[in-house]
């Protein structure tokens, strides 16, 4: 039997964005060397290059610009893939010291139905995801360590967790309205 038979279709989907971003990157690679080759020069322009090296790097997938999309709507303000961050978090919320990560369950080897290894490759697999695992943990550590809160949005509760972490900013918003507003009253008086 086919071993994709026996994948859900979420799996299905998350095997077929990494295989697009390996054809991607070696597509990268490929051009690259002419480049250096012919003419010395980047062939892409910067918005092209940046548009395939998100493709490389997981970047700007569906999941994530849905979480996106709902702190837009509430007014919250993000910084996107913050290179000077362990880990080069997905969205940073610095006004609250708030890391939201956006975690396809397969991948991040969440413990959940979609989450759940394929039969088949086995070596690969655990190698792939035990490795994602161990650095989601270790970076997580090291924000917290630096002061950020990590805030995990897992595929397979998008819109509950994206709901929650709204919430929770939200509250958060409201305390740091009522202190700045207490503040200023202090300066008047
Ligand atoms: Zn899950």
């Given at each position: 039997m086919c071993g994709a038979?026996?994948?859900?279709?979420?799996?299905?989907?998350d095997q077929g964005m990494q295989r697009r971003a390996t054809q991607v990157a070696e597509h990268l690679v490929?051009?690259?060397?002419?480049?250096?080759?012919?003419?010395?020069?980047?062939?892409?322009?910067?918005?092209?290059?940046?548009?395939?090296?998100?493709?490389?790097?997981?970047?700007?997938?569906?999941?994530?610009?849905?979480?996106?999309?709902?702190?837009f709507k509430a007014g919250f303000r993000y910084r996107l893939h913050v290179a000077d961050l362990p880990g080069r978090p997905d969205i940073v919320l610095p006004r609250y010291r708030i890391i939201v990560r956006v975690n396809g369950c397969l991948w991040h080897g969440h413990s959940c139905r979609r989450g759940r290894r394929p039969a088949t490759n086995e070596e690969f697999w655990q190698a792939k995801i035990d490795g994602n695992v161990r650095r989601d943990?270790?970076?997580?550590?090291?924000?917290?360590?630096?002061?950020?809160?990590?805030?995990?949005?897992?595929?397979?509760?998008?819109?509950?967790?994206?709901e929650l972490l709204v919430r929770k900013l939200e509250m958060s918003r409201t305390r740091q309205r009522a202190a700045s507003r207490s503040r200023s009253t202090e300066v008047a008086r």
């Open positions: 038979a026996t994948l859900t279709a979420e799996q299905r989907m490929v051009r690259c060397a002419g480049a250096r080759e012919s003419t010395m020069t980047d062939r892409f322009d910067s918005a092209k290059r940046s548009e395939i090296m998100s493709r490389v790097r997981g970047r700007d997938t569906k999941p994530e610009i849905f979480v996106r999309r709902a702190l943990a270790q970076v997580a550590a090291a924000l917290r360590m630096a002061g950020w809160r990590v805030w995990t949005v897992w595929g397979c509760q998008l819109k509950r967790s994206t």
